[in-house]
């Protein structure tokens, strides 16, 4: 048994039969089960994000299938939030798409996902971890994240509206 950083209880994987269950805080499932993912729900919240608004399904289904994604999932079984890690299980990894839906914030939730990431086995002994955020800095830097000592040295090829640019047809 190991504890959040805002001290609630977080329990390790193992004992029950539930296949990549990582944690369980106060009811709350974290798993990294592929099978487990609910594209749909996913969707649902990302196209509404402010880093992926309009996003397909198909794209949304694609990415997670190419990443390891840990998957937070209520009492009920709802999938209500997301940690998607892009990585090459070696050297390097990207945190993307954090997100934990309205109703269950504020508990620790999006602290425990990170522990998870981190904690991860396949993730261990990496020289780099990245990720872009707007606002969520303090959240980050609970876990070891800082500003890019030298920014200058970092570039990006973006085009923030892809999805924007798509057609509605893109979604079937
Ligand atoms: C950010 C988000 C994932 C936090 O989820 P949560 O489960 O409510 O967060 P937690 O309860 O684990 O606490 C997060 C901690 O980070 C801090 N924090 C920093 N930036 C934050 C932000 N933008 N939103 C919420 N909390 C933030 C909180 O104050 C809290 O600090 P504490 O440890 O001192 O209490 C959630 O608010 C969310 O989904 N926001 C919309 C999507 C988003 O912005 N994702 C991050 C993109 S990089």
């Known amino acids: 048994m190991t504890s959040g950083s805002d001290g609630q209880p977080v329990s390790a994987a193992g004992g029950e039969a539930q296949p990549g269950v990582l944690a369980r805080v106060d009811g709350y499932i974290l798993s990294d089960d592929p099978a487990r993912l609910d594209f749909e729900a996913v969707h649902a919240y990302l196209r509404r994000s402010y880093w992926a ?15 390891l994604c840990i998957g937070l999932y209520a009492p009920d079984g709802a ?33 425990a996902m990170m522990r998870a990431a981190l904690e991860h086995p396949r993730l261990q002994g990496l020289r780099r971890w990245s990720l872009v955020t707007h ?10 994240f800082r500003p890019v000592a030298h920014p200058e040295r970092h570039m990006e090829r973006l085009n923030p509206q892809i999805y924007l640019q798509e057609t509605p047809a893109a979604e079937e």
């Open 79 to 111: 999938q209500v939030g997301l940690c998607r890690l892009i990585s090459d299980y070696t050297t390097f990894c990207y945190v993307s798409d954090v997100y934990v839906l309205e109703a269950h914030r504020g508990r620790g939730l999006s602290k």
């Open 53 to 67: 608004k309009n996003i397909p399904l198909q794209i949304v289904q694609r990415a997670l299938k190419a990443s």
């Open 135 to 144: 606002d969520a800095q303090s959240l980050y830097e609970q876990f070891g």
